[in-house]
């Protein structure tokens, strides 16, 4: 069994991609070909904003944001303390300093009333400059937009949504990507739309933002890309990912996200009287780009593993480590303001079953059997 079963979905889709792919070849316009802006245009379209500009990947997308917003050195940016490495990584990057804030037990989300303390820390130690949320859409769950964004909206905060795993999950009618003042996701392969390489995307309602975002993202281009009016970098989503992606967001639209919430249905009617499921809370929807359960302790969650694994099963733990315990942020420790004891026991306890669209019934039986027998 695979954990994200790519080659089912392209056995699936094999026709119409091979067909993308041959069209980008006999074209030959492999950067910024016309795929890339109908593919903008449909993403910009189904996420419900103005505008989509696609670029190298989901990390480039976050620092591209932060790097127009101009944030920088002495201002502090919040961000949950529980995800992936690249949502904290591109504050560092810009040289602000991340606020690590803890998250639900249940949602595996930011927790806005610890938002909330945090925000008030900052401002009360008054040596960092508070300038920015990123929540993230952790799992495929959109995090309490209601909540953060009042939070944003109080104390003068930008909002970035990294909706690097959220990209088909929804909240209150309005779709993930599209909260905040601005969002991102990736194509990352495994993430929920994937492409066949590295790919990313900034979403936005703000048309100055995005105009400056399609400057920094092309050398800091003006007119064109040889009149350069500020430093910037090189990101773009070539023409063959945006040919791929176009087919793959069709089936994503109209089959695929459907699938994914289906089988997630499935391990939840069959799992969540053994071990603590995933939440959704009322008026969300999420796209489970990881159906993540919670285990009593870490040892019994090693039994399961290698139960899952004696079976052929893959499982995974999202995450081995939260952010305030990496490495590379060591050096910023003495500002860190919530302990976040939920991000630290859910690195113990959590984790993630194989999930995608294609999986069967039968494989996700042998999965629930090994996890009901083992608990
Ligand atoms: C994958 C991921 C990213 C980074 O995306 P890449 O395309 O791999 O650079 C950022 N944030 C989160 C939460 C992610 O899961």
């Not at 159906?291 to 039994?303: F, V």
């Not at 026991?345 to 629930?368: F, G, M, N, S, W």
Request: glycine share 8%; hydrophobic share 40%.
């Amino acid at each position: 069994m695979q954990f994200r079963d790519l080659g089912r979905q392209y056995e699936h889709l094999k026709t119409k991609i091979d067909q993308a792919v041959q069209e980008v070849l006999t074209q030959g316009h492999y950067i910024s070909g016309p795929q890339v802006k109908r593919l903008e245009e449909q993403l910009a379209q189904f996420v419900g904003v103005k505008h989509c500009i696609s670029c190298g990947n989901g990390t480039d997308a976050l620092s591209l944001v932060l790097r127009a917003w101009k944030i920088g050195q002495g201002d502090a940016v919040f961000v949950p303390d529980f995800t992936f490495f690249a949502s904290a990584e591109a504050i560092r990057d810009r040289g602000a300093i991340p606020i690590f804030v803890d998250v639900q037990k249940d949602t595996f989300n930011m927790n806005p009333d610890d938002l909330q303390r945090c925000v008030e820390a900052v401002i009360s130690a008054g040596t960092l400059t508070p300038k920015a949320i990123i929540s993230v859409d952790l799992f495929g769950l959109p995090a309490d937009y209601v909540a953060i964004e009042a939070i944003a909206k109080t104390h003068d905060l930008l909002l970035l949504e990294d909706g690097a795993q959220g990209f088909g999950g929804m909240q209150k009618g309005r779709h993930a990507c599209g909260f905040g003042d601005a969002g991102i996701t990736s194509f990352f392969p495994a993430k929920p739309l994937g492409c066949y390489g590295d790919g990313g995307a900034i979403f936005t309602n703000d048309d100055a933002l995005a105009t400056l975002i399609r400057s920094y993202a092309v050398h800091g281009k003006g007119s064109d890309k040889y009149d350069n009016v500020r430093i910037g970098v090189n990101s773009r989503l070539d023409t063959m990912q945006a040919a791929i992606l176009e087919v793959k967001l069709e089936a994503f639209i109209s089959e695929e996200l459907a699938l994914v919430q289906k089988a997630a249905q499935y391990y939840h009617d069959h799992l969540a009287d053994v071990v603590t499921v995933p939440k959704t809370p009322e008026g969300s929807a999420s796209s489970f780009a990881q159906y993540s359960i919670l285990l009593p302790d870490e040892g019994i969650r090693s039994k399961v593993m290698t139960a899952l694994q004696d079976e052929g099963i893959p499982s995974m733990i999202y995450y081995q480590k939260r952010m305030s315990d990496q490495t590379a942020f060591a050096d910023i420790q003495d500002v860190q303001v919530s302990a976040c004891p939920v991000a630290k026991a859910h690195c113990q306890t959590v984790l993630a079953l194989p999930i995608h669209p294609y999986i069967t019934k039968e494989e996700q039986d042998l999965v629930i059997d090994v996890i009901r027998k083992t608990v």
